[in-house]
């Protein structure tokens, strides 16, 4: 890294734990582009997958991608989590979700679950979403951490370790790590102001940051952001066949009357919402040897999402035009950690640290009404409190480590730590004219069978040795020890070793076992899903309900991963990485199918039971109900190969130009489904739908192409970014099931920037430049749905659509250095 933006003071806390002392922001702001390509390049010092010092990114004997502030900037839109799907062909984005799903998206490395990735912020764990993504599709069961409440403007850089690290962080990093670096700057700042929206509309999206670096007393740093950003509704969706039908217009005749007809279902399209998320990075020297650290974020949530629309003819006396229900959300979440660190006289190093996070979910229910309680009673609210979702996480660690000199090639590193953490997750339920029989329309409140508080504790102990015991191989052992409170005692294991033929040319691999425990989301929540046609129920695994139809809970997974890569450096500008992996999950934890009771082509006496057990009362009005749950329904096995070139280029006069190229191969198969237990049969657990979510519904090969220009004051960069099919299944009553495949689609993304002064930047761009859409759900599945009236038609474009379904975005920035 540029030796004025790398200084002694931040090199010597780096090399640690990345909660770092450094030197000026400004220094880091001056040539971004540099930046970006000595970390494309490898040349930066990192802290993730080592407990070495000085390690940087080109000599890891674990894959590492590196990703700087500027990079993360030019993607265009102020989303952290799109960013790193931009520039991370294993990180695969959710575009769109339904329902809740649709307030917090989620994303998968190497095809796993999101719950499969560790999340750090300065190397601590950070807490996990409390709003669930249930409603299948490939993000299933997805809480993890919130990428977005961090603001891209805080981040010095992130480094992306992909490769099983359950022994070294935590028994849930079983796809890799992702470790937030924030900014540590003590004075300059810069702020920045970008707007944007979709070329076909909707979507308008208005963003301002700010990061300000100042020293509030000497040896001190204390780095504050702020962020607040706007994203508007968009609608993609086709017209409803219910309010097109004759004979429903002929009894309904106010339809047409209704605004917007006949585009009335707007279910298909972003939420809209407004955040704002503050975050502090703040630390000073304790003496010569010692130093005190903390940093925070808090963010704050409103969103809105629409829901599929009511008839007329359901409260006439209300809404004679019909009415549209729009689930609102109302979220808070905030993280705080403090801690210190040093190095004794005889040479240990040490870090103790504390951190707790939480996140509060308030969802509603906005233009709708309990139809029932308005029968029985004459009135009915139109807004309603569904309820909350609450998650917390309280976790300290103290680590240890230190440098043996034993005649070996290169010192012995001995690291320990010990972890205690607490999690908690709650369910409080809706207001009771929202759960007063069927519920409020769209989305019932959360009953009191719903509610619910539960805590877990786990205890852990890591030991970690790493060196070279001989000349030019590297060896990295790591164990760890984890104790649950409710799943007992879990050990895994890592051993990486890498051997450097040559400076040019080096080989590395990986064996390694995981565990991870189910969230507490994933065990304990339930609640009633409901559209015109249909309400299904999601059990809790533990559920009395989810007994009667023969499921007991779940229990952990399991996971082996192997990997091996080559790493070559040619040259001073040119590195190439190629690494495969195979990961292998059993008893893994996925969401079931939509098991029916009735409306289905095959029902189930017992999933109508199970309903009645959970104390679930479900609209009258509907044509099919059923259940989906989570289970350990089946053992899966991935494999891949992962590759990133970089080639840093200069022409004289016509400028300098970093290009790369980065891709993704990965085959996620069903190697065993767990039969489905007899009160089932013979439904299964996993349906079709529910298989191809695991396998096909993320595309198998992503590939970007990269080259940024730079000549005087002007830059630009062109990604080329190419996906691969992906495909679905879907059926409307699991009689027939109709496949829909997305062929593989190039999309360009362009920004040009402009520095009008040493202190200002000017930047136009676009993501998708061509406004290019994925191609529109099976027509055999359209045409069924549309015969049946069914509200699911208004879906026309699929929601597993890798890169969305709103076409062309194109915005505009301005950057201001001070």
Known sequence: MHKAILTPIATAVLLYTGASFAQPAEDKAVEPAVVAAEAAAGGVVIVTGTRATGMKAENSASPIQVLDASALARTGQPDLMQALAQNLPSFNAQAFGSDMANMTLSARLRGLSPNNTLVLVNGKRRHGTSNLAVLGGAFQGGAAADLNYIPVAAIDHIEVLQDGAAAQYGTDAIAGVINIILKSNYRGGHASVTGGGYKDGGGRTGDVSANIGVAPFPTAYLSLTAESKYHGFTNRGGIDPRVIDPATLAAQPTLTAAPGYPYLNKISGDAQYRQ???????????????EFYSFGTYGKKKARAFENYRMP??????YPNGFSPLETFDEEDYAFTAGAKGKLANGWRWDLASTFGKDV???????????SLYTDTGVTPQTFAAGQFKASQWTTNFDVSRDFELGLATPI????GLEHRRDSYEIVAGDAASRYKEGSQSFPGFSLTDAGKHDRSNDAAYINVSGQPVKDLTVDLAARFEHFSDFGNARVGKLTMRYDFTPAVALRGTFSNGFRAPTLAEQF????NVS?????VQLAPNSAGAKLVGIDGLKPEASTNISAGIVLNPSTSVTVTLDAYQISIRDRIVGSGSLYG???SVNSPAVI????????????TVVQTGINIFSNAVNTQSRGVEFVATLASSYGAWGKVDWSAAANYNKVEVTRINQAPLQLRPQTLLDATAISDIETASPKMRVNLGALWRMGDWTVNLREAYYRKSSEMGSSDGALYYQTTIKGRALTDLEVSYKASTALTLSIGANNLFNKYPDMVNANLLAEQRANLDNSAVTVYPSFSPFGINGGYYYVRAGLKF
């Open 313 to 318: 003819n359901r409260l006439p006396q209300i």
């Open 598 to 600: 009735s409306g289905g």
């Open 276 to 290: 704002h998320v503050l975050a502090a990075n703040f630390g000073f020297e304790l003496g010569s040897d010692a």
């Open 532 to 536: 015109p046609r249909s309400a299904f």
């Open 525 to 528: 929540y339930s609640a009633t």
């Open 413 to 416: 590193v001995l690291a320990m």
């Open 361 to 371: 979910s308030k969802l509603g229910v906005a233009t709708s009404a309990n139809i």
């Open 609 to 620: 039971a199970a309903i009645r057990a959970n104390g679930n009362v479900l609209d009258p």
